[in-house]
């Protein structure tokens, strides 16, 4: 009688995987600063920096890509912001075509540059996780 393992299957790749994980373990922090006084934080920021870097550290930690992981955490706080704009503010706002536009164009420039803080801090967090942990993962080995 032969055992057989049940296969493992993950619909997600693994960037996305560390991405989501390190968003979601943002949340409680996010929370923490947004209580803080005179507290200009916000979940998309929030996400974008302290998820990249807990995503970072997670893709250091399993040997995987730690910039990949940063940059799709960064790709989620970009799109959480406005989603959250839009959810609070968007429904009591006259919204004309060049409100639209300013919207339309702010978004992009808001995704270029959440994708490039998430690819710093998933580094920094890849950085730190090799540092403390002292053993060389295959990202730095080289």
């Keep these: 009688m032969s055992m057989v393992s049940p296969l493992r299957i993950h619909t997600l790749p693994a960037a996305w995987r560390f991405a989501l994980i390190g968003a979601l373990a943002s949340l409680p922090a996010i929370a923490v600063l947004e209580r803080l006084p005179n507290s200009e934080a916000t979940i998309g920021g929030g996400i974008m920096i302290i998820g990249a870097f807990i995503a970072g550290v997670v893709a250091a930690l399993r040997s995987s890509d730690p910039s990949a992981a940063g940059l799709r955490a960064g790709l989620l706080g970009s799109t959480i912001g406005p989603l959250v704009f839009l959810v609070t503010a968007g429904t009591t706002a006259t919204w004309s075509l060049s409100r639209v ?3 339309v164009f702010a978004g992009g420039l808001t995704v270029c540059a959440s994708v490039l803080f998430g690819v710093g801090f998933g580094r ?9 942990s002292g053993e060389p993962t295959s990202a730095n080995a080289s």
């Design 101 to 103: 536009v300013f919207f």
């Design 124 to 132: 920094v967090g890849g950085w730190m996780a090799n540092t403390v």
